[in-house]
């Protein structure tokens, strides 16, 4: 048996479970043992992207024991038109996005 988590963020929480199957398990059947689809009807796998551990991945690829799976939600916004918008009320962007360094 393998073990693998299935996370997926809402806003205001992170939900993640632990599930157990078999070696070979995919993607899709660990979303699908965990319930999470269950607990949150919004979610759609046509629709909602997938990942293991930050990198994008198809429903029916392979996990490995401690692999972590993610269901992504829909940007809210387009990032390429947020940024217009900044730039366009003359904002800056800085690289980094700390703080400044005393100078």
Do not use: C, W
């Not at 078999?22 to 999470?36: C, D, K, L, N, R």
Request: charged share 30%.
């Amino acid at each position: 048996m393998i073990q693998v988590e299935v996370a997926y963020a809402l806003s205001d929480e992170q939900i993640v479970h632990v599930v157990e199957g078999e070696p070979g398990m995919t993607v899709q059947q660990a979303i699908e043992a965990s319930g999470i689809l269950e607990a949150h009807p919004e979610i759609d796998l046509a629709k909602n992207k997938v990942g293991v551990f930050g990198k994008a991945a198809k429903l029916d690829a392979v996990l490995y024991p401690g692999d972590r799976v993610e269901i992504y939600r829909p940007l809210i916004a387009d990032p390429k038109e947020a940024r217009r918008k900044r730039a366009s009320q003359g904002k800056q962007l800085r690289k980094g996005g700390g703080r400044q360094a005393d100078k």
